[in-house]
């Protein structure tokens, strides 16, 4: 009997103290990787320094269950062997779940990276879209006169047309009925107090004073 409990306890021992090796180079690697990246605020390494020191924490209490059962002598019971081996497990678990926590801290700061990427090209290519909206629609060409009148002429409204710069005199003034071209500028309606004029496939409408 007592060979068995012998046999018991170095089973469990072993067991335990490979969990504590696997655990210890798990925290070291995860310890390296993490002092080699950098963190975006002050924030974020203060929530990482606190977790390592929750992981050491964590490990140095294995560490001491690991001497307090090499000390225990060789008839400890099988049941008193379970306990300790269940209260190891939950610890290795509540490790295992800081450390997911800061590998999910880690995919955080890569999405802030990519957000941030977005943000330079979304800026970037906001002045582009104004200066193609400008460049489509261009400032139309000035008509080379200015409508000064209307008027009634052999039963039909017409209009009166000056040049459009300068002052002008009464021998530049052109009286327009519909058909009638200013230029190559023709007149195609008078619809109202608005004169419809048109050059190819341009076509203006200039109200009539």
Request: aromatic fraction near 4%; avoid cysteine; glycine fraction near 4%.
């Amino acid at each position: 009997m007592n060979n068995v409990s012998q046999s018991s306890w170095r089973a469990t021992a072993a067991v335990v103290v490979q969990s504590l090796l696997w655990l210890w180079l798990i925290s070291l690697s995860v310890f390296a990787v993490l002092n080699h990246q950098t963190m975006n605020n002050l924030a974020d390494r203060e929530r990482v320094d606190s977790s390592m020191q929750r992981l050491e924490t964590q490990i140095a209490r294995l560490t001491e269950t690991t001497k307090a059962l090499q000390q225990r002598p060789a008839a400890a019971t099988a049941a008193g062997l379970q306990d300790i081996r269940q209260a190891l497990d939950a610890r290795i678990a509540h490790i295992e779940q800081t450390l997911f926590g800061l590998a999910a801290m880690d995919d955080l700061q890569a999405l802030r990276a990519e957000v941030e990427q977005i943000k330079t090209r979304q800026a970037s290519a906001k002045p582009r879209s104004q200066n193609k909206s400008t460049a489509a629609k261009p400032e139309p060409t000035p008509l080379p006169f200015r409508i000064v009148g209307a008027e009634l002429r052999a039963g039909q409204r017409s209009v009166a047309a000056a040049p459009s710069s300068g002052n002008f005199t009464a021998d530049q003034v052109q009286v327009l009925l519909p058909g009638d071209a200013f230029g190559s500028w023709r007149l195609q309606a008078i619809d109202g107090n608005t004169a419809v004029f048109q050059d190819g496939e341009k076509t203006r409408r200039v109200a009539i004073p």
